[in-house]
């Protein structure tokens, strides 16, 4: 039998009356394995609330026209930091503490810790965990998944089937060591990590893209049929490291105004943007690619500091895709 | 003696900033004390009394007392987060980064990562180096030195501040981000030193960080012609089991009028806990366990969960009970 249900996996009490919860849905099908995506960990982020919205919405379709094809469970989270997006706050208020610095947290600990805790003990026994990010206000990205280079042989199939645009295996810092994806990654829970857009603002179509690159991934799992059909994948991941990422610091501050868009391939001394200052005519900074490669990365923010990241290139890629 | 800026940057729209520094002392050598404070631009005591301590010390120089004035050289930033404290914001103002969580930094990397590199370039080199806190605007801290893995020099020195607490933590990741860390790599001793609480200045807090600091100059044979040895109370020390955090299972609103500083019994109420719609008591909350009082909850509003106080006990806590509700790091 299929189901869906709406529960929550924690609740605290706030100060004065009110209550913070955290809420998932879950469509319940066969006895196949269990996945969750996660979302708004990060109250600013807000791309993968309409990730879920669209999961949500495709599940319940799928659940009337063919409700034997669901082998497993989904879960979707689309707000765990429910407080943070609630009131536009990037950490869990009223500290503003992290919550992506808190795993894997403990029942008995602070607000954070507990949602934390909470959070692992619910996605236990996961097949896979897809974490949806949206940068910051500050950068636009490309769809991509992130990997800890600790995880990659387990992940990097799992990512190549999931319709992004870029798979990027980073170094293991001490300090993302506290992130969900780190700690269910070190209990044996693949947890892959989507980045895409920006903060504070949605894009349907990377929500539309991720989707079928999730619902293709279930499938390959066993948490949808065999024989359903779902879109093909339109997206061919360039593969992104330590090695060839290339990182754009603004040498002068001021506004910078980009004169190429987002996810376009670029040439080694290309002019990519201008910094220039409000108060006078002239250029304060050209802005220039230091290779051939692919922008994954672009600055949405337009006022920089001295070293604010205005770009990120992929060195020796440009942008693919299979459609 | 000398005002040097240890980063200059310009500004989108304002002229551009720096971050100043006091280089005092005999020149020509390493330096042998750097003080640093600020970081946060809430945490006002230790900017204050860093400002306060160079003033004294020039004012020194200035005498030509004999025997009096400094022996060794010394750097005190009594502000590295500047715009953060010019618009009373705990975190850099422009992106929200804290700028203890940017170390080692990094001089070609973000803003906040080229401010934690010129931090750290600039004080590596002394052989004691002192980073100053003043919790944050929920908790007042006693007066106290924290350890983190410290090294045998360490924890001897630790005691010439004169604090009433010297705590040890357990390293942890976020830690591995903060200046404390970061200085472990250049040898020498490094402090993290905790007074009050941000958001206010507190005065009977800054005397006392201002005696400990001539007190550790002092003693570390930097600054000569003061003897402060009649002020000495009773030091404590604390390992990391011995940190009792006492979390509140009901939410509403708290008030303590504990001290910090206080010893209590087991059973001792550390606080209440108040319903804020009905006015009624919801609990009385009391420390299980007998011990100094390092830490209480000044901010009212209470979620459950929530840390009200630490007792530093005299008996070691089990594994796994305090770990992680130590508090991460400054």
Not at chain 1, 202 to 226: C, D, H, K, M, Y
Not at chain 1, 235 to 253: C, I, K, R, T
Not at chain 2, 226 to 253: N, W, Y
Request: aromatic share 6%.
């Amino acid at each position: 039998m299929t189901a869906v249900r709406e529960d929550t996996v924690l609740t605290l009490r706030l100060p004065f009356r009110e209550q913070l919860a955290v809420h998932r849905t879950v469509f319940e099908g066969g006895d196949g394995p269990r996945v969750a995506v996660v979302s708004g960990l990060h109250g600013d982020e807000l791309e993968g609330l309409y990730v879920t919205h669209r999961l949500a919405a495709w599940l319940e379709g799928l659940l009337g026209e063919r409700p034997d094809a669901l082998r497993g469970t989904v879960a979707l989270y689309p707000a765990v930091n429910p407080l943070g997006i609630d009131t536009l706050t990037r950490g869990v208020p009223p500290t503003g503490t992290d919550l992506n610095r808190s795993f894997p947290g403990r029942a008995d600990g602070v607000v954070p810790q507990r949602i934390a805790h909470a959070l692992m003990d619910a996605l236990a026994g996961s097949a896979l965990v897809v974490d949806v990010h949206s940068s910051n206000v500050f950068l636009r990205e490309i769809p991509q998944v992130r990997i800890n280079q600790a995880f990659a042989d387990r992940l990097l199939p799992l990512a190549a089937t999931m319709n992004l645009d870029v798979v990027w295996v980073h170094g293991s810092l001490t300090v993302l060591e506290a992130t969900l994806a780190h700690s269910l990654n070190e209990r044996g829970i693949p947890c892959l990590v989507a980045e895409m857009g920006v903060g504070m603002r949605v894009t349907p179509a990377f929500a539309e893209q991720l989707l079928v690159g999730i619902v293709r991934t279930w499938q390959t799992l066993g948490v949808l049929a065999e024989d359903l059909e779902l879109p093909p994948l339109t997206h061919e991941p360039l593969l992104a490291d330590d090695g060839n990422v290339h990182y754009l610091n603004a040498d002068v501050s001021g506004l910078f105004v980009p004169v190429i868009h987002h996810w376009t391939g670029v040439r080694a001394g290309q002019l990519l943007g201008r910094i220039v200052s409000p108060h006078r005519g002239h250029t304060a900074g050209e802005v220039l690619s230091p290779v051939d490669g692919a922008l994954f990365t672009l600055r949405e923010y337009p006022l920089v500091y001295e070293g604010s990241l205005m770009a990120r290139i992929a060195a020796g890629g440009g942008p693919g895709g299979r459609a | 003696m000398s005002e040097g800026t240890l980063l200059r940057m310009t500004a989108p729209l304002r002229e551009d900033f720096a971050i100043p520094y006091h280089d005092l002392g005999p020149g020509g050598e390493p330096p042998r004390v750097a003080l640093v404070a600020g970081l946060h631009g809430d945490e006002a005591n230790g900017v204050f009394v860093l400002g306060r301590l160079a003033s004294f010390l020039r004012r020194l120089e200035g005498e030509g007392t004999a025997g009096r004035g400094l022996r060794r050289r010394v750097l005190i930033v009594p502000a590295v987060n500047v715009l953060g404290l010019n618009t009373h914001s705990r975190v850099w103002p422009f992106d929200r980064t804290d700028l203890n969580r940017m170390f080692p930094g990094y001089a070609a990397g973000e803003t906040t990562q080229r401010i934690a590199r010129a931090v750290l370039d600039l004080t590596r080199a002394a052989h004691y180096r002192v980073d100053i806190h003043s919790s944050n605007l929920t908790f007042e801290e006693v007066p106290q030195v924290r350890l983190y893995e410290p090294t045998p020099d360490e924890r001897a020195t630790a005691l010439l501040f004169g604090f009433p607490a010297v705590l040890e933590r357990p390293a942890n990741p976020v830690y591995s981000t903060t200046i404390g860390c970061a200085w472990r790599a250049y040898g020498g001793e490094s402090f993290v030193v905790q007074v009050g609480q941000a958001g206010s200045l507190q005065t009977h807090h800054c005397d006392h960080l201002f005696r400990a600091l001539v007190r550790f100059l002092v003693a570390t044979e930097t600054l000569a012609g003061f003897d402060l040895a009649t002020e000495e109370g009773d030091i404590h020390c604390f390992g990391v089991r011995q940190t009792l955090p006492v979390v509140s299972k009901h939410a509403g609103m708290f008030v303590s009028p504990l001290e910090v500083g206080s010893w209590l019994q087991a059973g001792d109420v550390v606080g209440q806990i108040y319903d804020g719609f009905e006015g009624e008591l919801i609990t009385e909350v009391r420390t299980p366990m007998g011990g100094l009082l390092s830490g209480v909850r000044r901010q009212p509003l209470l979620l459950e969960g929530d840390l009200v106080a630490r007792v530093q006990t005299r008996q070691q806590l089990s594994e796994g009970l305090d770990i992680g509700l130590l508090g991460h790091a400054q």
